[in-house]
């Protein structure tokens, strides 16, 4: 049963543990892999926009890729555009996804065809391989500033295949202990700044 979601809290304005302000730019190094990710964020409130890039080298399961990503949300924080330039040795797709004032997905792929869903009334983005898009919902929901348990339906991208589906991730924050994680592809426990950015994410990433 999904928990009804509070109202969006306010962004705390506080300055990320590097001791930089907004505009500031966040880098994650993987774990176990050859990965990193790289993104500038502007904040105003809980309003974001960001350009990013996840760069891979070739792994046992994926070739090697440079996905790069625009993404605004409105001020509530909910995703309203997310453009992502996928780039493979072979060629270079694109990927579209918009939420209209309907709440209506607009989804248009790599081969210029367009959809339109509600993903279960989804209000964030989420894309594997990247801590940064975490952040979504844990700053939407204030989920950094209190204790609380969510099951959020997502628009969740695959990489580098840039398939897009629905799928659920729970939060559950537990204080200075981290907010516990579960989505497609881990069960684990993150840590996240005072302004809701994650710190370290336990076999995808961390913060450098």
Same mark, same amino acid.
């Given at each position: 049963m999904?928990?009804?979601e509070?109202?969006?809290?306010?962004?705390?304005?506080?300055a990320i543990?590097?001791g930089?302000s907004?505009?500031?730019?966040?880098t994650?190094? +993987?774990? *176990?892999?050859?990965? &990193?990710?790289? /993104? @500038?964020?502007?904040l105003?409130?809980?309003r974001i926009k !960001?350009y990013?890039r996840?760069v891979?080298?070739?792994t046992?399961s994926?070739?090697?890729?440079s996905?790069?990503y625009d993404?605004?949300?409105?001020?509530?924080g909910?995703?309203?555009?997310?453009?992502?330039?996928?780039?493979?040795?072979?060629r270079?797709?694109?990927?579209?996804? +918009?939420? *209209?004032?309907?709440? &209506?997905?607009? /989804? @248009?792929?790599?081969q210029n065809?367009?959809t339109?869903? !509600?993903?279960d009334?989804?209000?964030?983005?989420?894309?594997v391989f990247?801590?940064f898009?975490?952040?979504l919902?844990?700053?939407?929901?204030?989920?950094?500033?209190?204790?609380?348990s969510?099951?959020l339906?997502?628009v969740?991208?695959?990489l580098?295949?840039l398939?897009?589906r629905l799928?659920?991730?729970?939060?559950s924050s537990?204080?200075a202990?981290?907010?516990?994680?579960?989505s497609?592809? !881990?069960?684990?426990?993150i840590?996240?700044?005072?302004?809701?950015?994650?710190?370290d994410?336990?076999?995808l990433?961390?913060?450098?």
């Amino acid at each position: 049963m999904r928990v009804t979601e509070p109202a969006p809290q306010p962004g705390t304005g506080a300055a990320i543990d590097a001791g930089g302000s907004w505009p500031a730019i966040l880098t994650w190094r +993987a774990h *176990d892999v050859p990965r &990193m990710e790289s /993104v @500038r964020v502007q904040l105003s409130g809980n309003r974001i926009k !960001a350009y990013g890039r996840i760069v891979s080298a070739a792994t046992s399961s994926d070739p090697a890729f440079s996905a790069s990503y625009d993404l605004v949300t409105d001020e509530t924080g909910a995703t309203k555009r997310l453009s992502l330039t996928m780039t493979l040795a072979e060629r270079e797709r694109q990927l579209s996804i +918009a939420r *209209d004032e309907e709440g &209506m997905w607009l /989804v @248009r792929d790599h081969q210029n065809q367009t959809t339109r869903a !509600a993903f279960d009334g989804a209000l964030d983005v989420d894309v594997v391989f990247s801590p940064f898009f975490n952040a979504l919902p844990i700053r939407r929901t204030g989920l950094h500033q209190r204790t609380d348990s969510l099951q959020l339906p997502v628009v969740y991208v695959r990489l580098p295949e840039l398939s897009v589906r629905l799928e659920t991730i729970s939060y559950s924050s537990a204080g200075a202990n981290g907010i516990e994680l579960k989505s497609p592809v !881990a069960e684990t426990t993150i840590t996240v700044d005072d302004d809701g950015f994650i710190l370290d994410y336990p076999g995808l990433a961390t913060r450098i």
